[in-house]
């Protein structure tokens, strides 16, 4: 790698580097002269290049003082010696006269718009210098009906622009095909389905044509575009254990909306591609795909039997064999009044207590510590299920009246209707210890399907942003109702360096050159949206606590290869909270993002690792800073990789097979 | 863009094709088929009525329609069109006629559509029994070649016996000589971007793909064109013998011809030869005993000229809306259902077969480097000799006017060589040209699929700027903002000064061609303003009592 000559090319006049992940000339200018340098209107880094707006054009040249001519920078590749304008008076006209034919189709009413002040169009003709056209009264898509049709979405298509971004996002993102441009050329604009109106459109609520849209065209309920918000804070949904990360508005101290935040690690992607079928799953486990394997959701799992059932059903649709299917007996069942209540009590929460989407997961776990829960058991039995509803509905019917002015609920329609949705899972029903017991004897292997993140523990992780549940490696024994003898090995993943999408606190995070150089080499970005990475040195006080928390007996340690051509790297070994060192991780994210980094420095090795393919192979150095980590963090390192391919990997010892001994420390 | 969707409808691929069963099945009238047809796709439902939507053809306002006549660039020069209209409403009912851009008639004009086949000349006498269903004797366009060695019109591949001798030969032959030849050759791509064959035939070849595909653009929209429907109904076998030569060499095993619905005639023709192909093992598995398979399609196209654009015609292939993709990737290396793909126009095509049949030193010695060989040259009604002819390359403009096309029936001022993206030639620069890419360009003109449609003396230019807008915001994908607002918004502005209603304000008409010119995603928005830049440049003085300086 290091020895590949270095590819240049200019923007207005001055050399830069090209990296690997520079796939467009638009990527490459807003890396190095920032976002407001080209305006965009059809472009979400989120979603692949479209070319539509037109408004990115640049000026390039295949050489000094060459020829130029006017390309869209956003589908346009660099090259190497490539000069590139961004913004010459030519330029300037041409992304003005484009804009100006886009207001002669605009209503033109800012002041009176919701997103008045955060909307990409305004910005970019406001940055442009324009408010206002010159065509002599130019036909205009005016006067659309609002669709207020849907339980969360706006759709208000007299602003819409016809970027095409909610079309994209619903097909790239969601992998949904609900929205659809129809019609052609100036007629052309946005509809769902079969010119559906929005609510009883397949649309399955994810959110991503609101939050991509550039104006008001498509919103939520919320307003989350409402700019008059006085802060927004970053948290994390607890529906399940994927721990999306979400944006709470917060206005007068009550949350006025929820949206998802532009770059989030875990939320950008959610779909699953088997054989070319787009299959979004949210309970099942994603192992059905699988023939002969057995699913089974745990008892620590909180079920709603419809959203179950659409999974069920999706899958029968698709020729997915679900007879392997198994759901606990004792799981939890979200009700009805747990949905409501979520939804009645969300904007009437202070802003300390967010992190639900209204499906009344919250809810339904409290009833299950209050004891007055429902489960999956309960669904099958008419007399039993009338019995137990009958203390949480009164409590539920009460809050709902008196407290939300809701309607109260009836007991025959919500037995009625759960009768006939455990019927339909009664044959999926079993009991989960005894299940996995079985199992264990018949020599099968289990693998426990939790979620990432040592920090989002309910107990362990940055309370309150954290999920529900106990992702870490003693929650599969409380969840499945395993004892911890039962598990062999506690084996964690870690990256030789660390890295954290979106904001939030990440006291180890680089600037400036390293961290370009990890995120190029390292491929940083998001598999499924191209997104950068934040990258920093190895924390490790946060790898001491996973080490501790998950009861480690050994790491595998990612991406050695990243560090190749560094000569020098750094470790956190120790934070300084309050002028005190400590060595220990504070569970208080106050306490966290008030805590300073003290590294230690170690020497690089400067030469490509990617051909080791045992530890002898490593350069000394490189030995060194895996000793160094396994000393810091007491852990033995199992697997070292050094790259994408299989074949990268350098195999200590077998991590699962092999005796539990020091392997390298 | 999105792959989701190639991707998907690519599982199912070519037999059963997407496009085909949006086009068969007139789905808004019936949701419960559209739901079956996307269910099998894994698509939405949306994705469907998004790509019917799009479509001329499959609107409900075409499809209560009986007639359409012709509204192309030569029979509206022509004149002939309001009186047909009329004739036909007389006979169908007002609400019954509705129109069609460019039949291919332009050698005759009065061209109309009727119960699926086309008329024109004095067809329209006959209409009673048109009506009645009868067959009627139909006129066919004049051809002949002009050109030093003929490659598009001679009789060396007339027959299936030719066929059969032609495709053993070079089913031998290596693979990297015929790629060879054609680079030789010199030939350049015949539908308008000049790209080299040979190149383009080479880079597919060379692309790793476990399936590749060969598209025939036979979407020949251009108004004053009908080369292509010649080929196509005169000289089927060489169409196809080049994309089956093209499958051999790329290692491609299905091709599709993608034909305008607009020539009814072409289909049919194109449907024979490949059915009679397919009965000699001509076309197939395991051609002429070799392991070379290659089957072919046809896709009908329904009513969009955009199409002819090579992205969107794949993108209407497979069953999305056919807007036009960005490029990279090219289709040689992610074409139809995202695999290496080689689209060739028909003439093309035609070329090629000629070149490895005749000699690829034959070729290249006509014309220069950059426009070498021979062209299909259309001449519209107003020639005394119209037609379709082959000229060598280099020829001189006045001389195919003069000699060829046997001078004008009637006082001409200008030509629109090129269709309706090409530039409008005043008569007096027609003795500086020459038949070549290069020289129209360097003059501010193209010459593109060298259609020509003549302007007489006394239709204003005003009225064919405005029909030239028209065009461009009726057939625009939709998809690039200059393209769907600035040929809307070109379009009102003559809209308004046929009805005096407002001037053309002229600053800024000449800021929006520009705006369309530099920011427009293809080339229909994007070259749409050649012609009237043109118009503006030689005619302006035509318009002046129309327009207004400043704005």
Redesign the interface.
Do not use: Q, W
């Given at each position: 790698m290091s020895s590949e000559k270095r590819k240049i090319a200019y923007i207005d006049g001055k050399p830069y580097e090209i990296g690997p992940n520079h796939s467009s000339i638009l990527k490459f200018v807003k890396s190095y002269v920032g976002e407001k340098k080209v305006p965009t209107?059809?472009d979400d880094p989120n979603?692949?290049?479209?070319?539509?707006?037109?408004?990115c054009?640049v000026e390039v040249a295949l050489e000094k003082d060459g020829p130029t001519r006017?390309v869209?920078s956003?589908?346009t590749?660099v090259a190497e010696n490539q000069h590139i304008f961004t913004s010459n008076e030519s330029l300037k006209?041409?992304r003005k006269?484009?804009v100006e034919?886009?207001l002669?189709?605009h209503p033109m009413e800012c002041d009176s718009c919701e997103v008045n002040n955060n909307c990409e169009l305004q910005t970019v003709a406001n940055d442009l210098g324009i408010n206002d056209h010159?065509?002599?009264?130019?036909?205009q898509h005016k006067g659309i009906p609002r669709d207020t049709s849907h339980d969360y979405m706006r759709m208000n298509l007299d602003n819409c622009?016809?970027c095409?971004r909610c079309v994209?996002a619903c097909?790239?993102i969601q992998?949904?095909?609900?929205?659809?441009?129809?019609?052609?050329?100036?007629?052309?604009r946005i509809?769902?389905?079969?010119?559906m109106m929005f609510g009883d459109s397949?649309c399955v609520s994810c959110g991503a044509c609101a939050h991509t849209c550039p104006t008001d065209a498509i919103s939520d309920v919320f307003q989350s575009k409402s700019a008059a918000v006085d802060k927004k804070v970053r948290t994390t949904c607890s529906y399940c254990g994927v721990g999306c990360n979400l944006e709470a508005s917060i206005k007068d101290d009550k949350v006025v909306a929820i949206d998802t935040p532009k770059q989030t690690e875990v939320n950008a992607g959610h779909t699953i591609v088997v054989d070319?079928?787009?299959l979004k799953l949210h309970l099942i486990p994603s192992g059905i795909l699988y023939k002969n394997t057995s699913c089974l959701i745990g008892s620590g799992t909180v079920v709603d039997p419809k959203i179950l059932l659409k999974e069920i059903d999706m899958l029968i649709?698709?020729g997915i064999d679900i007879s392997g299917l198994k759901i606990s007996s004792t799981s939890h069942v979200t009700m009805p009044y747990h949905r409501i209540l979520d939804e009645a009590m969300e904007a009437d929460r202070g802003s300390n207590k967010i992190g639900t989407t209204g499906r009344g997961i919250g809810p339904t776990y409290a009833d299950k510590s209050h004891r007055i829960g429902i489960r999956i058991r309960d669904l099958l039995n008419k007399e039993r299920l009338s019995d137990v509803i009958k203390i949480p509905l009164r409590e539920k019917n009460g809050l709902l009246e008196k407290i939300y002015g809701i309607k109260p609920l009836k007991l025959e329609d919500i037995v009625e209707e759960y009768l006939d949705y455990g019927q339909r899972l009664s044959k999926h029903v079993v009991d989960c210890t005894r299940t996995i017991h079985a199992a264990s004897k018949n020599k099968k292997n289990i693998l426990f399907e939790g979620a990432q993140g040592t920090l989002l523990d309910l107990d362990h992780g940055t309370y309150p942003f954290v999920t529900s549940s106990n992702p870490i490696s003693g929650g599969a024994c409380i969840g499945a109702g395993v004892g911890p003898t039962l598990i062999d090995r506690v084996i964690g993943v870690a990256k030789a360096y660390t890295t954290r999408v979106g904001e939030g606190p990440f006291p180890t995070e680089l600037q400036g050159s390293i961290n370009d150089q990890l995120c190029d080499r390292g491929s940083e970005f998001g598999t499924t949206t191209g997104r950068r990475r934040r990258c920093g040195w190895f924390d490790g006080v946060i790898g001491k606590f996973a080490v501790s928390v998950y009861g480690l007996d050994c790491l595998a340690v990612t991406k050695l290869d990243v560090l190749d051509e560094l000569d020098e790297m750094q470790v956190c070994i120790a934070y300084d909270l309050d002028g005190e060192e400590i060595d220990y991780f504070p569970t208080n994210s106050d306490d966290l993002k008030k805590s300073k980094t003290i590294f230690k420095k170690i020497k690089g090795w400067q030469c490509s690792t990617a051909d080791c393919r045992k530890l002898s192979d490593l350069p000394e150095n490189a030995m060194n800073y895996l000793r160094f980590l396994a000393e810091l963090m007491e852990v033995p390192i199992a697997i070292v990789s050094l790259g994408a391919n299989r074949d990268q990997t350098i195999v200590i010892e077998d991590p699962i097979h092999g005796p539990k001994r020091a392997l390298l420390r | 863009v999105s792959k989701n969707i190639s991707n998907l409808s690519g599982r199912i691929g070519l037999k059963d094709n997407l496009f085909k069963q949006i086009s068969e099945n007139t789905l808004s009238d019936s949701p419960q088929d559209i739901k079956e047809i996307a269910k099998k796709h894994n698509l939405g439902v949306s994705t469907l009525h998004g790509a019917e939507s799009f479509y001329e053809f499959l609107r409900p306002s075409h499809r209560e329609k009986k007639a359409f006549v012709c509204n192309g660039s030569a029979c509206m020069c022509a004149g002939t069109q309001d009186k047909l209209k009329d004739k036909l409403k007389e006979k169908l009912g007002d609400d019954k006629v509705g129109e069609m851009f460019c039949l291919g008639h332009c050698y005759e004009n009065h061209a109309f559509h009727y119960d699926g086949e086309n008329y024109a000349g004095k067809d329209i006498e006959k209409i009673d029994q048109i009506l009645k269903g009868e067959e009627i004797k139909q006129e066919k366009f004049f051809s002949k070649s002009y050109a030093t060695t003929s490659f598009l019109m001679d009789d060396k591949l007339s027959s299936t016996d030719q066929f059969k001798d032609q495709l053993s030969k070079f089913l031998k032959s290596d693979k990297k000589e015929i790629i060879k030849s054609l680079l030789d050759s010199n030939l350049t791509g015949r539908g308008g971007a000049g790209f080299p064959t040979g190149m383009k035939w080479d880079f597919c070849s060379k692309a790793k793909g476990d399936k590749k595909y060969v598209i025939c653009n036979a979407d020949e929209g251009d108004s004053g064109a009908f080369s292509d429907r010649y080929l196509l109904e005169d000289q089927p076998l060489k169409v196809i013998f080049g994309m089956v030569i093209c499958g051999y060499v790329i290692g491609s095993d299905e091709g599709v011809l993608y034909i305008r619905g607009e020539y009814p005639k072409s289909i049919e023709a194109l449907n024979g030869s490949i059915n009679e192909l397919k009965k000699l093992g001509l076309l197939g598995e395991n051609i002429l005993g070799t392991d070379f398979s290659f089957d072919l399609g046809i896709c009908i196209g329904q009513g969009a000229y955009i199409c002819g654009e090579e992205t969107a015609l794949i993108a209407s292939i497979e069953g999305r809306r056919a807007e036009v993709d960005v490029r990279p990737p090219f289709p040689v290396t992610e074409g139809l259902y995202k695999k290496p793909t080689v689209v060739n126009n028909v003439e093309t095509l035609a070329a090629a077969t000629g070149i490895l049949i005749n000699g690829s030193e034959k070729f290249s010695s006509i014309g220069n480097k950059k426009s070498a060989g021979t062209k299909l040259v259309c001449l519209d009604s107003f020639f005394n000799n119209p037609g379709v002819y082959e000229i060598d390359m280099g020829t001189p403009m006045k001389k195919i006017f003069n000699e060829i096309g046997g001078g004008y029936k009637e006082p001409l001022k200008a030509f629109q060589i090129g269709g309706p993206l090409g530039g409008v030639v005043p008569l007096s620069e027609i003795e500086n040209l020459n038949l070549d890419f290069q020289e129209f360009t360097a003059k501010g003109f193209m010459l593109g699929h060298a259609s020509v449609v003549s302007i007489p003396k006394d239709f204003s230019m005003a009225e064919y700027i405005h029909h030239l807008f028209e065009f461009s915001a009726e057939e625009s994908c939709g998809k690039c903002f200059p393209g769907r607002l600035g040929s809307y918004r070109g379009k009102e502005m003559f809209d308004q000064a046929k009805k005096k209603t407002a001037k053309i304000p002229l600053k800024l008409l000449e800021e929006l061609l520009v705006t369309m010119k530099k920011g427009c995603l293809c080339a229909l928005c994007g070259a749409i303003p050649t012609p009237i830049q043109n118009i503006l440049k030689y005619f302006g003085d035509e318009m002046k009592n129309d327009m207004v300086k400043d704005n």
């Open positions: 209107l059809c979603l692949a290049p479209y070319g539509a707006c037109r408004v054009s006017v869209a956003c589908h590749p006209s041409l006269n484009i034919l886009v002669t189709d010159r065509y002599n009264s130019p036909k622009i016809n095409g994209r097909d790239e992998g949904s095909f609900v929205l659809t441009m129809s019609g052609r050329g100036f007629e052309s509809t769902t389905d079969n010119d397949s070319d079928k787009v649709d698709n | -």
